[in-house]
């Protein structure tokens, strides 16, 4: 079964820590291009971050530049979303995403393809 599996959401105060996990199984990471996006309910979800096959990084959004940081670990086919100095306002349900890059694909367009794979979603709250 192809699936993306997330975890590592929770409660965090403001200016807290938190690294979300995001395992693949059924299939490599290598060869995709992998991002995060996050969604705030009544609103559209927004892409936050992505990373090429070659490790080329693209930060979307300006609030989370220099906090979060994207990654991918090869041996275990799991991609990170490591996050510092969290506010409330990032508080959200975050998921993971994936697409081949034989589609193609960049970071460049990567907000606007059609994913091959979602995660399921964590939420992630920050507050006191």
């Known amino acids: 079964q192809f699936q993306l599996v997330e975890s590592g959401g929770g409660l965090v105060q403001p200016g807290g820590s938190l690294r979300l996990s995001c395992e693949a199984s059924?299939?490599?990471?290598?060869?995709?291009?992998i991002g995060w996006f996050r969604q705030v309910p009544g609103k559209r979800r927004e892409g936050l971050l992505c990373m090429s096959s070659s490790g080329g990084s693209t930060t979307y959004v300006d609030s989370v530049k220099g906090r979060f940081t994207i990654s991918r670990e090869k041996a275990k086919n799991t991609m990170y979303l490591q996050m510092t100095k969290l506010e409330p306002e990032d508080t959200a349900v975050y998921y993971c995403a994936v697409r081949g890059e034989s589609h193609g694909v960049s970071c460049a367009n990567f907000l606007v393809v059609d994913k091959d794979y979602w995660g399921q979603g964590t939420q992630v709250t920050v507050s006191s």
């Open positions: 059924g299939f490599s990471l290598d060869h995709n291009v």
